[in-house]
């Protein structure tokens, strides 16, 4: 309340009864409102002599708040007496708990300095501990250390430096970064640097040795060498023949030799080659390898591997021009020729050897490189010494040996190219969307379709990208071939019979290996394979256009009566039948795996009155499929519809007669007929064209019958009219019957729980009965007959 408020409230108090006004006004001022300016205010404003009676109340208010008091005050002063009487009893007492807390104190700290001695031991014996502790963990710290550096000094001792590097590697990277902080970890790895070039002095001191060792064995390294070629010969014409023999083949023309001589001549030449081979020792045993192989791993651990690649090679390059120098009466004797080519054939077969046994110390540019300079030097040699008359009729057949090996490593080499034009092709064919793009693709591959060149653009040809590439290769495997072919000095015929026979190896063997182990390739899916189909045919046109090529390169005629002709007719088409073969084969992997999403209910009263969703999903794949086939040719796309028609037939047929389904119930039979008039419907539409009449269909005429029979129930007609030819259900096997009807027998038995309280159902599973019967015995009469 505001205090004009309780002023005009207060005012009105004291006009109706004063009395009782100053006591409501003392309550008031004792219930310690502030503030009370307006409740005096009033007291002294309103009436005469209000103060003086207001005083009075006031008065007598202060004495009876004094009496109650002094009242208050008597009735607890016996209390305070009793606490004042028991402190100072308890006085007494506490100085008696102060001497015995005092005397105890006293003995604690006499008994505790025993303790604290005590205590002082053991924190001195702690503190012992913990230090040998301590010691002991870095002791076991450095021990590893120690140990590897004591293995490296063994290592050292037993020159096994390429050992010692890798200690050296492990000690650096592992072990001295624990003990860095040691002195004598600092000495060791002063000490390192030091070691790392001793090894380094030391492998080279063994490969300059190596290097004079192979330099004064040259000679004997390459006889060596041919001897084992020449055994390697002897051996393969020995074994023809032995094959002749054995196949009935006489591999003489003019002199007939009896079979029992020959066997004997090879055995003789057999014997004769065992006893060569225990005499000839090989490279391995003439040359220790071991100090190159030591010093280039020792250089590669200690990263100067390019230091010692272009030491060896120029000590070998070095070594090469001494061997390739004839001495001066080299031309006198036929050994002195043999020597001479002897050393050089050393010299390459440890080239050779180094080149597949290391990784970059000489590459096959140097090698190549080497060999151009000898072959300079030995054509030199030759020219200089020709007119002493020898003969060098084996160095030309040496040479066409070099030419078919030359052959081969180009046959690897475009395998790899070939496999690589595989890998980045899209499998698409090639769209332009110009007449440049047009002209480009034209002038890489011979393609001429005059309904293609009529199209506007964009359009596509029918190949994919590596059709061109592949035709492309093929003319710069020719030219290879030919550039060495051309060094022999050889006829415009024999060289173009080589090229001919080159070709035909590079079509035959390397593409065809090729294109079959790409068909194979798990990745390669049906429109890949129909891409691969159609690339072949145009590569297999394009061969006569290489033909020409080979033509204008030799110039000589197509027509000539001993000119090879190119195998690339065989080649493609054995391609093409192994990528049908696949189609076929994947074509029916796919209906397999849609097959295997069926989830019938073998035993529902009713069928759902549409297709299986499984059923139409492999339909519309068909269809899609099928629309890519239409490029094919079209006996492919039809035997792979036909294929793929009567594969669905006969996965359908095995899912009704698995032996793991036990029941089939009539609404599961009448599901199943709808699925396989979705088939009927698919033949029937023509997805492939090219077929007769219903020619398709006929895939699916065993389920068919076997469907009629069972929805129509009509076995009094299979039973009487079974074994005629013009029998409605013809198709029908009497054991694929009986199977399926056991099994809808079971399913009657077993929904029909009350069936012998009602006749149709009793009558019904009689006639089952009896028709199974039925069956049997003939399914028997069968058997027995055959």
């Excluded at 004997?220 to 010969?233: L, S």
């Excluded at 929805?711 to 009986?738: C, E, F, H, I």
Aim: glycine share 4%; aromatic share 10%; net charge negative.
């Amino acid at each position: 309340m505001s205090a004009a408020g309780k002023s005009g409230a207060c005012e009105a108090m004291l006009e109706e009864d004063p009395d009782q006004n100053y006591e409501n006004v003392l309550a008031e001022i004792q219930s310690f409102e502030l503030p009370i300016e307006a409740t005096l205010r009033s007291v002294y404003d309103d009436q005469p002599n209000a103060h003086k009676k207001f005083m009075e109340k006031l008065d007598a208010c202060i004495r009876n708040h004094d009496k109650e008091i002094e009242k208050m005050c008597n009735f607890h002063h016996q209390g305070f007496v009793d606490a004042i009487t028991e402190l100072l009893k308890v006085r007494t007492d506490a100085e008696k708990l102060k001497v015995q807390v005092t005397d105890t104190n006293r003995r604690f700290q006499d008994a505790g300095k025993e303790v604290i001695v005590q205590t002082e031991d053991i924190i001195r014996c702690r503190i012992q501990q913990r230090n040998i502790t301590t010691v002991v963990e870095k002791l076991q710290l450095c021990l590893p250390v120690l140990e590897m550096y004591s293995k490296l000094k063994e290592q050292m001792s037993a020159k096994r430096y390429y050992s010692a590097l890798k200690t050296m590697e492990q000690l650096e990277n592992v072990f001295f970064p624990r003990v860095s902080q040691y002195r004598f970890c600092q000495l060791m790895i002063e000490n390192l640097p030091k070691l790392r070039e001793d090894i380094k002095e030391i492998s080279m001191s063994d490969l300059k040795d190596f290097l004079e060792s192979i330099r004064k064995h040259s000679d004997k390294i390459g006889e060596t060498a041919m001897k084992q070629a020449q055994q390697q010969k002897i051996f393969s014409v020995a074994l023809q023949k032995q094959n002749n023999v054995k196949f009935g083949k006489n591999v003489y023309i003019n002199d007939r030799i009896p079979e029992e001589r020959n066997e004997v001549e090879l055995k003789r030449g057999f014997e004769e080659e065992d006893e060569n081979e225990e005499e000839v020792l090989t490279v391995q045993d003439l040359v220790d390898f071991s100090p190159v192989y030591r010093c280039l791993h020792i250089y590669s651990v200690l990263g100067d591997e390019e230091t010692f690649e272009n030491y060896y090679r120029k000590q070998r390059k070095k070594q090469a021009r001494l061997v390739l120098q004839p001495q001066s009466n080299m031309h006198e004797t036929v050994d002195g020729y043999r020597r001479y080519f002897t050393q050089i054939v050393g010299f390459f077969v440890v080239e050779d050897h180094i080149l597949h046994v290391t990784q970059g110390l000489v590459t096959r540019a140097y090698t190549d490189e080497l060999w151009n300079m000898a072959l300079s030097k030995i054509i030199a040699v030759l020219r200089a010494h020709s007119g002493y008359g020898f003969p060098v009729n084996r160095l030309f057949d040496l040479l066409f040996e070099i030419r078919d090996q030359y052959n081969e490593t180009l046959l690897k080499k475009w395998a790899g190219v070939f496999r690589d034009i595989f890998e980045e092709d899209n499998y698409s064919p090639i769209p332009i969307v110009n007449e440049e793009e047009y002209k480009v693709v034209i002038s890489k591959f011979p393609f001429q379709d005059p309904d293609l060149e009529k199209q506007s653009f964009p359009k596509k040809f029918p190949m994919s990208q590596s059709v061109p590439h592949i035709y492309i290769q093929v003319k710069e495997f020719i030219y290879a071939s030919l550039k060495f072919s051309e060094s022999l000095h050889r006829s415009s015929t024999e060289i173009d019979d080589m090229l001919r026979k080159s070709t035909n190896l590079l079509l035959t063997r390397t593409l065809s290996s090729c294109l079959l182990n790409l068909i194979r390739k798990p990745h390669i899916g049906l429109t890949e394979l129909v891409q691969i189909i159609i690339n072949t045919t145009h590569l297999e046109q394009a061969c006569k256009y290489l033909e020409d090529f080979i033509t204008n390169i030799t110039n000589i005629s197509q027509e000539t009566v001993h000119t090879t002709r190119l195998y690339g007719l065989s080649t493609f088409k054995d391609a093409r039948h192994a990528a049908e073969g696949e189609i076929y084969t994947k074509l029916n992997q796919k209906i397999d795996e849609f097959v295997q999403l069926a989830d019938y209910d073998w035993t529902m009263s009713e069928p759902d009155g549409r297709a299986s969703g499984y059923l139409m999903d492999l339909i519309n794949f068909l269809r899609s499929i099928f629309q890519v086939f239409t490029h094919l040719p079209g006996k492919v796309a039809q035997t792979a519809c036909m294929s793929a028609c009567q594969h669905l037939s006969t996965s359908l047929m095995q899912m009704l007669l698995d032996s793991e389904l036990k029941q089939i119930s009539m609404g599961a039979v009448q599901q199943f007929n709808l699925d396989v008039i979705q088939c009927e419907l698919f033949a029937s539409s023509e997805p492939v064209p090219g077929f007769q009449g219903d020619t398709l269909q006929l895939a699916f005429i065993d389920l068919r019958q076997l469907l009629d029979l069972f929805m129509v129930w009509d076995w009094s007609t299979y039973l009487a009219d079974y074994g005629q030819p013009a029998s409605k259900y013809l198709r029908v096997n009497p054991n694929t019957a009986l199977t399926l009807l056991e099994k809808m027998k079971d399913t009657s038995k077993k929904n029909n729980i009350f069936a012998q309280f009602r006749k149709n159902d009793r009558d019904k599973q009689k006639l089952i009965e009896t028709v199974v019967k039925q069956l049997r015995s003939l399914v028997n009469g069968m058997s027995q007959h055959t």
